[in-house]
């Protein structure tokens, strides 16, 4: 069975597929669809492009609310379930942090920055009413950053499925869904990166269906007076956690609980995330502060 991949650009990430046929024909064909799907997921809900959905939604904050389709209203479903069962630590609404947020910069933002925005973050006072959804104050925003991604990589399984191939794995921009084994029925093993050490992996997974997602301090983060802040903000301070995991990777039957299971786990301090990732019931390994490693029943996938 050949291996065919596929490189493409979207959604601010370099992506690939790995779809296993024969038939080369009929497998470009599929990639095809699925980059398509990818980038009409894109335009549909980047905040930066003005006729997105989410830009018409964030455009009329304070003034009325918007009608959306079906498929809008299951991923706010979604991000209202996480909100309600992480107590409020996954929001979408918290976006709009990345405003005084520079990683660029050696420093944080002043107490007072960070205060003047806390008062549009919260998606509790989101009147949200399927399908009508109603920012209350001009300057909210919401973010599909937390889901976009991964929604578009079960989605492109679902395409690829139903299109007949259901061995390879899907990877954007490191969110990964894996949709069967490789050619000799072998398990994938996936790279999980080191969050200390540049261009290494502390580990590799053996998942043989499934999704996998990790969150970490590494991605964008600067050190001040030698403290490491990073990009994983709580949205009740703006402030990201002092005693949080360095990473926590999370594997489910899909990419959106595997994505925001690890965020969440993130968000929690490292005791909390242990007790909320057991409950969850889901395989995981986190790397603890102290660098240790702690893995639960990762090898089940």
Partial sequence: MLVNRFVFQAMGSNNELLLLGDDKNKISNIANKVMDDVRDIERRYSRFLDDSILSKINNCAGKKNIKVDKTTAAILNYADICFKQSDGLFDITSGVLRKVWNYNHNSPPSPQEIKNLLKYIGWQKVKWQNPDIYLPITGMEIDFGGIGKEYAADRAATICFESGVNKGFINLGGDLRVLGPQADEKPWKIGIRHP?????????????????????????????????????????????????????????????????????????????????????????????????VYTKNVEDY
């Fill in 196 to 292: 200390r050490q540049l261009g290494q992996f502390i580990t590799h997974l053996p998942v043989w269906q499934g999704a996998v997602a990790t969150s970490g301090d590494y991605e964008r983060f600067f050190i001040h007076n030698g403290r490491r802040y990073h990009h994983l903000l709580q949205p009740s301070s703006g402030w990201p956690r002092v005693d949080a995991c360095q990473s926590v990777t999370v594997i489910a039957p899909l990419c959106v609980v595997a994505g925001s299971a690890s965020s969440v786990a993130m968000l929690n301090s490292e005791i909390k995330a242990l007790s909320w990732l057991k409950n969850l019931g889901l395989p995981h390994m986190c790397v603890l502060g102290n660098g240790k």
